[in-house]
């Protein structure tokens, strides 16, 4: 009796560690990918200095394929240096940077998604300013206003990483063709074509914004477009700056524009159903019905590119292309973006080599290689870039012409920009007026 | 797999240490002359358990009490975030929902549980109706969240269903339901995930009890011609009255506590928030950790009727000893 | 000693209910388990498994199948792939591989996380429940209250604490190790294992414990000889809770380990696999089921010993 018991016991023990071992020997790769490569020529490398055996811990949002071109990006740098670039991603990375710094266990570099988060952790007096060297590069490789958004209260802390374009529509060329719609040139065109497609019986829009906890950030997108085209630029920074009231006609304005196409029955929401399934879609699969022809048009940024099924097209007369999303004038070029920073929360040699070599046009050029990222460095050479529709967004951040603002919910304060701006989202197409849901934003704009 | 070892290696090396802690622990109660023995026990058992509590517990709970009264840049201001929380709008909503979480899930769980318990009880195939049930508990809370997103998941009526729920009610002729935008519905069909989760460790607990109740009682009823029913009412329930005590508190102290499920379904939109994610909220989020704070305190006030309870029947059962 | 079969003489004897049943009670229940209640049992059993089932069925879907199609569609279409779990388990870079690395981590982080507060919360549940000293109800209650104290807001103290202890230049408890993860959770626990053990030790006959003080028992020998013996059932059942906790912890892990693959648990790992904008949910599917199999195994190896009473109910034969 009492053996046999013990056998028992002794079975699921057994199954958990044979379990335990053929998972381990699944997952032996560890590091770098088996050193096959040939050495890296690093003459490019020596200005960064060699330091043998130190390591710098880097924290971000970044993960999964996304992590992986971003480890690649170094490579060459860790190889010639020395330095081992100890990186960790995580999707919590905005509470969690929190209470590391808080405790006093931050990391030695993070890259910061939001500048307005950025801006906190400075004034709180975690984050170090960015040494001589790295302001030196930025100065060299960006804009004046890229610049802007790593500095706070007149002080440079960030450098800035990569970027994205907002403000896209994408749509299918081919089922455009077919149906002799031409791509709209303003803002009002747009609104007739939605109409002349509502009429044709497909919804002419679709949108999602869930997106977990961060459900209603898409929505945000939309409401800036609006702002910067409508409004113009310079409302656009009184609003980011809380100069003008979040409740301000100017705004509501722009929400009421959105709201002709986000709240309106016959224009969304295609493939999903009525205007409040958009916030039940999630933001991944909200563009999908492009590609079947339940739905015509989608607004979202560059990195929507990586969220069409494997094997679409994307191309000016292909499958699925984009346009920038129209002002009220025809030939306007004026986008939003967003973006990372690059901030230290410790000092050192090695920690100023990382970060001088992420500021630096080399990284800018390794990382775009790789495809499925652009960067607003002035150093990068857009013929790098892995699509037409990568190029022609570097061109865009490029070029001198282009009125370029950064995302406003990641400049304004969290208790905003990463809170009430969006769920006030989610209460407006879940059916709550704009008046209402502007003046709770304002309501919760931190004084 | 050299790497495994000595992962492994770690661990025996903890609680080893662990073990050596403990028994030398052991060792000084027992050599403790024979006067100061029975203190030296009491020190002796009680001082892990009492610095860990007071370091990682008590601390940060007397901190969380100063913290409320203070503003984001932590300036003492009296009683204006308990003045926000009943005031807002939206936290009264948070605070409503809170008290239907509280009160639901652990009644249902707890029936559900129990009626589970008392029909599989020596039933063939015991096990494995004990695991199907059991099986939500060992789902972590967000895996829980995607199920059920699953199951509630809305398309259009021109669309095809992805959702189960919706799908059964087009079956049935009716049109598909947006179940988690509707408030207050929304915040049931929350609830419905936590009964779900739950229902597994209240079953495991009365099942056990169930199992100690002697089998003379049992017998003796069965002899004095009582039906299931009434052996249910006069045996079952008043033998297993402690462990019924223990599942709901602890259902209830679980409940209260809960936010992975808020955070992961709803982010607390549409009028479903409820306190402990309300305090991540407004702690993480919206940089007002005083706010977080005052909603601790609330939550501690909320659970203290539970304590006090709790504390009664402790007595009681001293005085029947 | 009394006659109540909840508490067998001394010793580790929990043999199950079921091996020595007289006829007699046999009898007993066959009258008890009707039809009409095992039916029911059933179709609960079935409205509890089916949405995890739906699951199952859908981690072996392709992304854009999901996203079009309900998964009972699936029988008739018959379009399954091993996509997801090639995701999850395979390993192509840093991003997917190493599963098994985190699998070792949970179990290295889980097993010290479960004895850990086992032993400590028996030690103090003992005292609480045969131990006399003044204000002892009053502690014990206070114990009791402080499981309501949010995880969340002990987070950060908790961390600086583990940062600033250390002697000049060495930490005591260096950050990103399985040590800050098993002092954590072990904190964590004990409110809620004192409580229920203390539960169960208070129900044991106290002439059990007197009989050996009589003998000359000490309290350390009562404690490892009797107590922890009879209460073998009370700490398989809350062991398997507080493993379950543990196991399938976020929060915990996402403070103290440090994300690493020397550290981090399988939870973490897949909280990432969902990709930076979180668009590969469809891998948590998978993932939910890889991460399962390990309570479900501990579920069953250990269901055989609280089949007696866990806090047999307060009827003293």
New interface residues.
Partial sequence: MANIRSKKAVLPLAALSVLALTLSACGGSEGDGGGEEPAANCSAYEEYGTFEGEEVSVYSTITDSEQDLLENSWADFEECTGIEVAYEGSNEFETQVLVRAQAGNPPDVAIFPQPGLLAAQAREGYIKPAPPEVEALVDENWSEDWKSYGTVDGTFYAAPMLASVKGYVWYSPTTFEENGWEVPATWDEMMELSQTIADSGIKPWCAGFESGEATGWPGTDWIEDVVLRQAGPEVYDQWVAHEIPFNDPQITEAWNTVGDILKNEEFVNGGFGDVRSIISTNVDVAGDPVVEGECAMYHQATFQAANWPEGTDISENGDIWAFITPGEEAGSSAITGGGEFVAAYNEGEPITAFLSYMASAEFANNRVEQGGAISANQGLDASLASSDLDRQSIELLQSEETVFRFDASDLMPGAVGANSFWSGIVEWINGTPTEEVVDTIESSWPE | ?E??GE??L??VI??AI?AAI?GLI?LL??RAPKSF???A??IG??A???I??T???????V??TFLAFTD?DGNVNGLDNFIWMFTEPTALVTLRNTVLWVILVPTISTI?GL??A???????GE?V???????????????AG???N??Y????????????VN?ILVWFGGE?R?F??DAPWNTFFLIVVMV?IQ?G?AM??LS??I?????D???AS?LDGAT?WQ?FWSVTI??????LI?VV??IT?IT??V??IV??M?????DTSVV?NE???Q??????PGR??AL?LV??LM??PV??Y??RQ??K??E?? | MTSTPAVPAMGTDTTPDTTREAPITRRVKNKLTSRGATIAAIIIAVLWTIPTFGLFISSFRSEEVINDTGWWTSFTQFNFTLQNYVDVIGDEGSSSSNLGQYFVNSLAIVIPATLIPLVVAAMAAYIFAWGRFRGKDTLFVFIFALQIVPLQMALIPLLSLFVNLQIGEFQLIPPGSYAQLWIAHTIFALPLAIFLLHNFIAEIPGEVIEAARVDGAGHTTIFWRIIVPLSVPALASYGIFQFLWVWNDLLVALVFSGGTADVAPITQRLAELTGTRGGEWHRLTAGAFVSMIVPLLVFFGLQRYFVRGLLAGGLKG
């Fill in positions: 797999m790497d495994v992962k492994f770690q661990v903890a609680l662990f403990i052991m109660v027992d023995r029975d203190k026990t009491i058992f009680l892990p358990a009492g860990l509590l370091v990682g517990m008590v601390w940060p709970a901190q969380t984001r559900v009626v589970y008392v029909f599989i009880d020596k039933a063939h096990r109706l004990k695991a199907l049930v059991f099986m939500p508990m060992a789902i972590s809370m967000v895996g995607i199920i059920w699953f199951m998941a809305y398309r259009g009526t021109e669309q095809d269903q992805i959702g189960l799908q598909p947006q988690l935008l779900w229902v460790f495991v607990v056990a009890a199992k100690g109740i002697p089998a009682i049992v017998e069965r299931a052996q008043p033998s297993i009255r402690g462990a223990v508190t602890t102290i209260l506590k936010f992975d955070r992961t709803t982010a607390g939109n549409y402990a305090m991540y909220t702690a993480f989020r919206a940089n007002e977080g704070a601790a939550l501690f659970v203290l304590v006090l709790n504390a402790l007595k059962q001293k029947i000893r």
